[in-house]
């Protein structure tokens, strides 16, 4: 029998901002823990965490907001392999290189980033992967700041993560649903806010 974890996704837009406390502790009692997909205020992931009293697992988006808030409490995963609850999840922060700015990689140097985390990757199944950036062509669009990484078809093909998480793709809405299934791989766009269930097998 396997084991199910709640977790709460989020990315992109702070729509859980505008919600008292009371309400998210009720809306999000019963989640195992939360995923950030990246773009958000470090005062937001504090204010969910203290909130909530639930992990933050996150990677950084193209933008990093308030940055001097301190949120080390909070697990950064970005560009780094992660053993949690019994989970294996990898996390791959920022965006396709458009304007120079801090996270924002080429595809050479995206490599690069999976290459560093080729020992770990190898040790073990990956449960989850966690980035900013969607595989291209997978929830993606075709202007160039909003193009996935390529390189990401390689972690989808050899290390089969059953559950990939992303932001980066604004929808019109947080309620808005987008999802791909390649393989065994669920892909989720993490915008705004999403409950998602994960079965360990």
Same mark, same amino acid.
């Given at each position: 029998?396997?084991?199910?974890?709640?977790?709460?996704?989020?990315?992109?837009?702070?729509?859980?901002?505008?919600?008292?406390?009371?309400? @998210?502790?009720?809306?999000?009692?019963?989640?195992?823990?939360?995923?950030? /997909?990246?773009?958000?205020?470090?005062?937001? =992931?504090?204010?969910?965490?203290?909130? =909530?009293?639930?992990?933050?697992?996150?990677?950084?988006?193209?933008?990093?907001?308030?940055?001097?808030?301190?949120?080390?409490?909070?697990?950064?995963?970005?560009?780094?392999?992660?053993?949690?609850?019994?989970?294996?999840?990898?996390? @791959?922060?920022?965006?396709?290189?458009?304007?120079?700015?801090?996270?924002?990689?080429?595809?050479?140097?995206?490599?690069?980033?999976?290459?560093?985390? @080729?020992?770990?990757?190898?040790?073990?199944?990956?449960?989850?992967?966690?980035?900013?950036?969607?595989?291209?062509?997978?929830?993606?669009?075709?202007?160039?700041?909003?193009?996935?990484?390529?390189?990401?078809?390689?972690?989808?093909?050899?290390?089969?993560?059953?559950?990939?998480?992303?932001?980066?793709?604004?929808?019109?809405?947080?309620?808005?649903?987008?999802?791909?299934?390649?393989?065994?791989?669920?892909?989720?766009? /993490?915008?705004?806010?999403?409950?998602?269930?994960?079965?360990?097998?």
């Amino acid at each position: 029998m396997g084991k199910k974890y709640k977790i709460l996704i989020i990315s992109d837009t702070e729509i859980l901002g505008q919600y008292p406390m009371d309400k @998210l502790k009720k809306m999000f009692f019963d989640v195992d823990f939360i995923i950030s /997909a990246g773009d958000l205020g470090n005062d937001y =992931l504090d204010y969910l965490f203290t909130t =909530l009293n639930k992990d933050i697992i996150y990677v950084n988006g193209n933008h990093v907001y308030k940055k001097g808030h301190d949120i080390s409490f909070c697990k950064n995963i970005d560009g780094k392999v992660l053993k949690y609850k019994g989970l294996k999840i990898f996390g @791959l922060g920022g965006s396709k290189k458009y304007s120079y700015q801090e996270n924002q990689y080429s595809e050479f140097e995206m490599t690069q980033r999976i290459i560093l985390n @080729l020992g770990y990757l190898f040790l073990g199944k990956l449960d989850i992967m966690v980035t900013h950036t969607p595989p291209r062509r997978v929830n993606d669009r075709e202007d160039f700041t909003h193009q996935g990484f390529e390189v990401f078809h390689k972690i989808l093909k050899y290390f089969k993560p059953k559950l990939w998480i992303h932001g980066h793709i604004h929808l019109v809405s947080h309620m808005d649903t987008q999802e791909t299934t390649i393989g065994n791989t669920r892909i989720v766009n /993490a915008y705004g806010y999403k409950i998602i269930e994960y079965m360990k097998n």
